[in-house]
């Protein structure tokens, strides 16, 4: 592996004081082993040969599946109104949440 340069690293106590976090020392030198490891896949991953490999979000193709948009028969409106405890003008009545 090449040797580290400072573009090759992230401070964690930096990314804490943007994400405005409040790490203990013995936090930030755990969670930054675990960046570094994160960061050590990441330039594993550079190293790939990709020229000619297409991105994709998927490893296999999704396709969206409409059904076909027809009118069914729903409910009787007057039969929902019937149940309902409260209506008028064919509209529910339901009691005031806000002042």
Same mark, same amino acid.
């Given at each position: 592996m090449t040797e580290k340069t400072n573009t090759d690293s992230m401070d964690v106590k930096y990314v804490a004081h943007l994400a #405005?976090? /409040? $790490?203990?020392?013995?936090?930030?030198?755990?969670?930054? &082993?675990? !960046?570094? /490891?994160? $960061? &050590? /896949?990441? #330039?594993? $991953?550079?190293? $790939?040969?990709? &020229?000619?490999? &297409?991105?994709?979000?998927?490893?296999?193709?999704?396709?969206?599946?409409? #059904?076909?948009?027809?009118?069914?028969?729903? !409910?009787? /409106?007057q039969a929902v109104m019937d149940n309902a405890p409260s209506s008028r003008s064919g509209l529910f009545i339901v009691p005031r949440i806000l002042e």
């Open positions: #405005r976090m /409040h $790490l203990s020392d013995e936090e930030a030198l755990v969670f930054q &082993e675990q !960046l570094e /490891h994160v $960061l &050590e /896949h990441v #330039r594993t $991953l550079s190293a $790939l040969d990709v &020229e000619g490999v &297409e991105p994709t979000a998927h490893a296999v193709p999704v396709h969206n599946v409409f #059904r076909e948009d027809t009118v069914t028969p729903s !409910l009787d /409106h």
